[in-house]
């Protein structure tokens, strides 16, 4: 695969921000035993790393707008590009010493987003998807959506954030409904992980609501490129902004909404 210069700029950055975060996880651990506990050590980890992306990416295009969990939003001048970050998508696995954490960064143009990247440091496995250029790992295997076409043979990620009582209890009633119907239900902590493993075929589908737009722009690419199909539980085409993401081959997405459809 060959690298546009902007999707390079983004892989160096995520590595960079990934070297940061694999030396604060090496101390993570050490800090389960202590009394005050190691949340706060976590908060500053996730913070180091996204100062460095946003470091290398406003040195690389200064004029570009930013989007990020931590940061929020810094204006750019350009008037058509923005960075969407989530420096640490998995902040709870990180604060338990799960290695299934990522760094992802999203570039949008004009409403549209265009590359992405997810890096998980610890596997060091490097996720990239260009618009109109594919889905990539490690530059060198090229993405596909997993190709079955039964609910009953499909494994499935989602998350249930427990953060909003009413919608908490609809994913626990989803969970609850589909699961007989699929052959297992995985549920990561990280959102960009369930993305970039649904394009690369490890998950056949994936849904979730609450979601952010970091959560979503990065994987919400990968999968297209993958071959995937995305939408909100209405069977609208997948928007980083409604917070709602239900994704797969386009056989199984189609099956998988009709379950959701009927959870009330």
Avoid: C
Avoid at 205 to 215: F, G, H, N, R, V
Avoid at 235 to 244: D, R
């Amino acid at each position: 695969m060959a690298r546009s210069a902007l999707l390079n700029v983004m892989v160096q950055a995520a590595i960079k921000a990934g070297k940061s975060l694999t030396r604060d996880f090496g101390e993570v651990e050490n800090l389960q035993v202590s009394r005050k506990g190691p949340a706060d050590f976590v908060s500053a980890a996730d913070r180091r790393a996204e100062q460095i992306v946003f470091d290398e990416l406003r040195k690389a295009r200064p004029t570009y707008a930013f989007l990020m969990e931590e940061g929020g939003e810094v204006a750019g001048t350009d008037g058509q590009h923005r960075w969407i970050i989530d420096p640490l998508d998995g902040t709870t696995n990180f604060l338990h010493s799960i290695p299934l954490f990522a760094v992802a960064i999203a570039l949008e143009r004009a409403n549209e987003i265009v590359a992405s990247v997810i890096y998980n440091p610890i596997m060091d496995e490097m996720f990239t998807a260009e618009k109109g250029g594919g889905a990539w790992l490690q530059d060198r295997k090229r993405l596909r959506v997993a190709a079955r076409r039964h609910l009953a043979d499909a494994v499935v990620a989602t998350g249930i954030k427990v953060m909003n009582p009413v919608e908490d209890a609809l994913a626990l009633r989803q969970v609850n409904h589909i699961s007989p119907a699929v052959a297992g239900i995985r549920r990561s902590g990280s959102a960009s992980t369930d993305l970039a493993w649904l394009a690369a075929g490890r998950f056949d589908a994936y849904w979730e609501s609450q979601l952010k737009p970091w959560d979503v722009a990065p994987g919400l690419l990968m999968v297209k490129e993958a071959g995937g199909f995305v939408t909100d539980y209405a069977g609208v085409g997948g928007s980083i902004w409604n917070g709602q993401v239900v994704a797969g081959n386009e056989t199984i997405q189609a099956l998988l909404l009709k379950e959701i459809k009927a959870v009330k």
